[in-house]
């Protein structure tokens, strides 16, 4: 699946059905009150989805949701090289893993690193190196590829591994911390904030995903 693709999609179809996107940076969020670098708006329900940011947002994941860096890699063959694999391929270089993933107009993304680097998402030299040389012992034809583009994302880790899903305080839901899986677990994800919305149950297993589990429970 094209990720970004999809999220071009998910906008159209927000959009036409009445969804309002506005670029303005969340400075504060005081119960149902949103503030931004321009205004405050009140609401009856605010859900909080800002990947790794949410722990800023609200004191309740203050110490909870965290930064992962991640940085992945795009790359093109060139007239002269063999094309890219027709199924994406994963694998385990000297203990890192790596993934490889063609898409329909030629182009490989190549992924991806990890590690704790706070809210920095400058691309280093050591991930671009680390990356192709691991990529290089599973697919050695990409030594030939055009490399096109670097880019670096910060996944929102939780204690666990499983998201923060539900009730924080009055009007206030947490759908953060969904680490690798934001896009596996976003149907689910949504599915179980619009029964919250509309005073419905949520899906089977939500619950053992909100945010006032305890210590012992994320241990396990």
């Known amino acids: 699946m094209d990720n970004r693709r999809l999220l071009d999609a998910l906008r159209t179809a927000a959009a036409g059905h009445g969804a309002e996107f506005v670029p303005e940076a969340v400075t504060d969020l005081d119960g149902k009150r949103v503030s931004t670098s321009a205004r405050t708006v009140g609401a009856d329900a605010v859900v909080l989805a800002a990947g790794a940011h949410s722990a ?114 009055d009007g206030v839901y947490a759908a953060a911390g969904h680490h690798r899986n934001g896009l596996l677990q976003a149907p689910v994800t949504a599915e179980a904030v619009l029964a919250w919305l509309a005073g419905a149950a949520p899906p089977r297993g939500v619950a053992g995903a909100h945010p006032d589990r305890t210590d012992s429970e994320e241990s396990l």
């Open 56 to 169: 800023r947002l609200h004191p309740a994941l203050a110490d909870r949701v965290r930064p992962l860096k991640g940085e992945i890699l795009r790359l093109r063959p060139r007239r002269t090289s063999l094309p890219p694999p027709r199924h994406t391929v994963r694998a385990t270089v000297e203990g890192r893993p790596v993934y490889l993933v063609p898409r329909a107009d030629g182009e490989l993304v190549l992924g991806a690193t990890q590690y704790e680097a706070g809210f920095d998402t400058d691309v280093t030299a050591r991930g671009v190196r680390e990356l192709l040389d691991a990529a290089e012992r599973v697919f050695p034809a990409l030594a030939e590829y055009t490399l096109t583009e670097t880019t670096a994302g910060l996944r929102a880790g939780s204690a666990d591994n499983l998201p923060y899903l539900g009730l924080l305080d």
